[in-house]
């Protein structure tokens, strides 16, 4: 057994602990901000214990009953730059949310973007010889996946089966109990850099929580984002995010590609300051609120107020049009979804039989988004909110909240990984996932 196949198995035992205990923490490590969820489970909550892979995400069986946010600090492209800053931000955030639930929580489940997210496909085959699949063949013909060279400094953060096949018999969700000559599968794995693992996963440690899952915020962004038809059809999710926009994959309900783009909503923020000359916080005030990026006629004619407090009358007194604004956002939300684009023609999503893409995230909420948004990526284009989960309150019910409200239904719900199943220590040949990852080593 290798170092991830057990702290994987670890954190999902550590998962089911505190899930019997009643509560766990959520939490979303973003650029702009932290966002903690405290969910209470009733118990009524169908758990992965019943035995299917790959079960669709349910709503029931937990609500929130603790929420907070805060400004993110020591965060950028998603990933830690300075470690005391965030874990305050962190400690903040959590204790906030254990506050407003008023229960302490010790076990959290994290999800972070950025860190370079690179997919892969990987497919093997077992010979059956007629006999029943069981848990034990499932096992054997994952360890058989031959697992690509993907390079030093880089770690397995998902690996998971999106489809099985018995014979001639392809797209089964879960093969065991059916009889053939030959079970296939197909899994989906995603690496990431493994130093920006580490950071997080030792930064929760400096807070006193004990880590109880990790995951992708593009997989789990998908997770609440897209709705069942599209999710089982083929659909993409942009995670429109402050210092990085994710990109997910699905199809058969399954997560089959991720990446991430290193430019977001800060970015356009950067933009307006520099090209305005205000302090951020200003820059950040006028594209939520008077931002766009498409012009019309009258907005050569609407002037806003940018203010300023440097005490010059004149210079905190100026005004800028709507249109010149627009001139300022529009060239860099263009950049973001060119940059889109080309991950989605690299994915090869134009040949899925449905293509439709949902925009989420804080900087999805700009004006005139999704029609630039069909426009430059040529297809289906819609906004997209979380699903509403038991006990959210109002104000973490927007697009910013989508990889936290999946992470919710990850943590109740979690689709099978390959360190779920029993590895026969004889399948462990050099190449497999068994000697692929062990940056966990010198955090457990």
């Not at 999800?111 to 497919?123: E, H, K, Q, T």
Request: glycine content about 12%; some cysteine; proline content about 3%.
């Amino acid at each position: 057994m290798t170092d991830l196949y057990q702290s994987q198995r670890a954190m999902r035992q550590m998962r089911r602990q505190a899930m019997q205990r009643g509560v766990v923490a959520i939490l979303d490590v973003g650029s702009s901000k932290i966002a903690c969820l405290v969910l209470r489970f009733d118990g009524t909550g169908r758990l992965s214990e019943d035995g299917s892979i790959g079960a669709l995400a349910g709503q029931s069986g937990f609500r929130v009953i603790g929420a907070a946010t805060t400004r993110s600090r020591g965060v950028q492209f998603g990933e830690i730059t300075a470690m005391q800053e965030t874990e305050r931000a962190i400690r903040t955030a959590v204790q906030a949310a254990q506050k407003m639930a008023e229960v302490r929580v010790d076990h959290v489940i994290a999800c972070f973007s950025g860190a370079n997210p690179r997919s892969y496909g990987l497919d093997a085959a077992l010979d059956l010889a007629g006999q029943v699949v069981s848990e034990n063949e499932v096992a054997q013909v994952l360890a058989a996946c031959e697992v690509p060279e993907y390079g030093a400094g880089r770690e397995v953060l998902h690996a998971q089966p999106v489809n099985f096949a018995l014979d001639n018999r392809s797209g089964l969700a879960d093969p065991r109990g059916q009889m053939g000559q030959t079970l296939a599968v197909d899994m989906h794995m995603l690496t990431v850099d493994a130093i920006a693992v580490q950071n997080l996963v030792r930064c929760i440690q400096r807070c006193d929580l004990e880590l109880a899952g990790i995951a992708s915020s593009a997989y789990v962004s998908g997770f609440s984002a897209l709705v069942e038809d599209e999710q089982e059809l083929g659909a993409a999710c942009i995670d429109m995010g402050g210092g990085s926009t994710s990109i997910s994959i699905f199809m058969k309900k399954h997560m089959i590609y991720a990446d991430a783009v290193r430019l977001g909503g800060d970015h356009i923020t950067s933009d307006i300051s520099m090209g305005l000359g205000v302090p951020l916080s200003n820059a950040e005030r006028i594209k939520t609120f008077c931002g766009g990026v498409h012009a019309t006629g009258a907005d050569d004619r609407d002037m806003i107020d940018i203010g300023g407090d440097t005490g010059d009358w004149e210079h905190d007194r100026r005004t800028v049009s709507r249109a010149e604004l627009i001139g300022i956002m529009r060239p860099r939300v263009e950049e973001i979804l060119e940059e889109v684009r080309a991950r989605l023609d690299a994915a090869g999503f134009e040949y899925l039989s449905s293509q439709q893409i949902v925009l989420t995230g804080g900087s999805s909420q700009i004006m005139g988004l999704d029609g630039l948004a069909s426009r430059i990526l040529g297809q289906q284009v819609r906004l997209g909110r979380p699903l509403r989960v038991h006990g959210l309150p109002q104000s973490a019910t927007g697009p910013g909240f989508a990889s936290a409200v999946g992470l919710c239904l990850f943590a109740a719900h979690p689709q099978d990984e390959w360190w779920d199943f029993d590895m026969p220590a004889s399948r462990h040949p050099a190449g497999t996932l068994g000697r692929a990852v062990r940056w966990f080593r010198d955090n457990w």
